[in-house]
């Protein structure tokens, strides 16, 4: 467990950081081990840390295992978006590749949604969307448009980045408490995520003048949908967190399963053992090695807000990681699938 004020805290992240590296680290036995993505918004940054078995072991108190990192505050490109404002309470962070690169992508409460090369650290496209909407999501799309979910908006937008770092000509999708996007290669459809329901988008048009028109749409068994992702060992199935509950969403059964963190297989455990571990769940994801452990993020309501966390969590097996003065919201395993 890290012992450092968060001055020092954030020094030793901007030192220890570097600009890139390649993205497969290994266990002692050789197998390739998964690193972890998280967002501070305590360091205004996006911290990519080494894979869960050294980041479980670690306890020292001078070099986090941080491997790679990024904040629109270094970023001089963006200037023009003020970062100081739009880059404010940091909340989305997302692995993805296209044409042979790969990116991070990354929306902030203030109002910054940004796609950004991590060889170079230049933003391939970002806007300013401002604070008043509070963009929470964001995807990639395969002609290189950006697909963005905004919480206040009420809105999911697939804006034509594809036509230039700074393009703002979008088409707009109503969505009340818009939390989550996801773009499945394996239908074309663009799903998304509201405070009622999970919707399939269909994308039309062209790449400059993008159109979404609703294909699919689920009620969810629970208010407040927060986090979407794809379910790794499951492909075509979601992971979907709700104020009160996690669930697995099958598009081709129309139907929500109710997810427990405890492992289903171990005949000890129990799965109502820590139902608040369930609850206001911000991300959910499958180790993509398919060892079937699962890593979430869920505020602790210690810590100086009341949606963040210090704590990185494992399950199946159980594991916790924490990091001092951190403001973490989300944390994924930093995997492009």
Request: proline residues 8%.
């Amino acid at each position: 467990m890290l012992r450092r004020t968060l001055p020092a805290l954030c020094l030793a992240l901007l030192l220890c950081a570097p600009a890139s590296r390649a993205y497969a680290v290994s266990t002692a036995s050789g197998t390739p081990a998964e690193e972890v993505a998280v967002v501070d918004q305590a360091s205004r940054r996006v911290l990519v840390l080494r894979g869960v078995e050294e980041l479980m072991a670690y306890q020292g108190v001078d070099r986090p295992p941080v491997v790679w990192s990024w904040t629109a505050d270094r970023a001089p490109e963006l200037g023009d978006l003020d970062p100081e404002q739009s880059w404010d309470d940091p909340d989305e962070v997302k692995s993805r590749t296209l044409e042979g690169r790969r990116y991070l992508l990354t929306t902030a409460s203030g109002g910054l949604a940004a796609v950004v090369d991590t060889a170079t650290g230049a933003s391939r496209w970002a806007a300013d969307l401002g604070g008043e909407v509070n963009p929470h999501s964001i995807e990639l799309l395969p002609d290189g448009n950006v697909a963005v979910a905004a919480s206040a908006g009420g809105w999911v937008r697939l804006y034509a980045a594809s036509q230039g770092s700074r393009a703002t000509a979008h088409a707009t999708f109503p969505l009340p408490g818009a939390h989550g996007v996801h773009w499945d290669g394996r239908t074309g459809l663009l799903w998304v995520l509201g405070d009622g329901e999970l919707t399939g988008l269909r994308v039309g048009g062209t790449p400059d003048a993008p159109t979404l028109t609703a294909v699919r749409s689920a009620p969810l068994p629970d208010q407040g949908g927060h986090d979407l992702a794809p379910v790794l060992g499951a492909p075509g199935r979601f992971w979907v967190s709700t104020l009160n509950g996690l669930w697995q969403y099958d598009p081709a059964a129309d139907g929500f399963t109710p997810v427990h963190l405890a492992d289903p297989a171990d005949p000890a455990a129990d799965p109502g053992a820590d139902p608040a571990a369930e609850r206001d769940v911000k991300s959910i994801g499958d180790d993509p090695a398919g060892t079937g452990r699962l890593l979430t993020a869920a505020p602790d309501h210690s810590g100086p807000c009341d949606w963040c966390t210090s704590v990185i969590r494992l399950h199946r097996p159980e594991g916790t990681w924490k990091l001092t003065g951190a403001r973490l919201y989300k944390a994924r395993w930093w995997s492009s699938y």
